[in-house]
């Protein structure tokens, strides 16, 4: 079955300074990974994918990730982060041979909360 | 492009009762899905519909059903309510076809049962 994990239930950053949020996932076949981004009581916001190519991903407001097959990692990174990046994140795994069938489902991690300080 | 729509935004309802939740896509968008959001058991996948019919549904029981019209606008429907089913329900639109087209999320309904 396939599953993300999120280890870390939030990160604390200073304002300016480079922040990673972690993503490690598990499939059967290969992966399309997603990060979105939910600010509170809204929806969430797509932010960037990775399908195939080029292992680091640019996407919306600054952040990038980078796919790493080997370790099964999709980690969300951003050079400097802005107080305005405080948010719950959150990352997501399809199963690209499997979609349409029971495991082709887009699956979520729990979500890692941002906390940036100025 | 408007953003996906949800209706109700709010509800409050009575264990025992059914509910009846609104999503209207992305204009162009031929594709839906249903995520329970809640803070213990986090996203969890509903179901998803392409151009009328349910191309996946997650581990959730009977009680929870869903369906899509012509016009892509979808719905669905929590029968004999119980405390547990309060949570954010958020619909997603995508071009649907393709598993690698991302999903845009409306604002949820937040359902709280009594």
């Known amino acids: 079955a396939q599953s993300v994990a999120q280890p870390e239930d939030q990160v604390n950053v200073a304002e300016g300074n480079p922040l990673t949020v972690k993503c490690t996932y598990s499939?059967?076949?290969?992966?399309?990974l997603f990060w979105y981004v939910q600010y509170p009581n809204r929806g969430l916001q797509f932010l960037l994918k990775?399908?195939?190519?080029?292992?680091l991903v640019k996407g919306s407001y600054g952040f990038e990730a980078e796919f790493n097959k080997s370790q099964t990692s999709f980690h969300l990174k951003k050079p400097s982060a802005l107080v305005s990046d405080s948010a719950l994140y959150f990352c997501a795994v399809r199963d690209r041979e499997n979609y349409g069938g029971s495991q082709g489902n887009l699956i979520f991690g729990k979500g890692t909360k941002l906390s940036v300080k100025p | 492009k408007a953003g996906v729509t949800q209706t109700p935004r709010y509800l409050i309802k009575t264990r025992g009762q059914q509910v009846t939740l609104s999503c209207s896509p992305i204009?162009?968008?031929?594709?839906v899905s249903w995520y329970q959001q809640t803070p213990g058991q986090g996203l969890q996948f509903l179901f998803e519909y392409f151009s009328e019919t349910q191309r996946n549904k997650g581990n959730f029981p009977g009680r929870f059903s869903g369906r899509q019209f012509s016009n892509s606008r979808s719905e669905m429907n929590v029968s004999t309510l119980e405390l547990g089913d309060s949570a954010l329900y958020l619909c997603a639109s995508s071009l649907g076809g393709s598993p690698s087209y991302e999903q845009y999320f409306g604002p949820g309904t937040r359902l709280t049962v009594t």
């Open positions: 499939v059967s076949g290969n992966p399309y």
């Open positions: 204009s162009g968008h031929r594709s």
């Open positions: 990775y399908i195939t190519g080029d292992n």
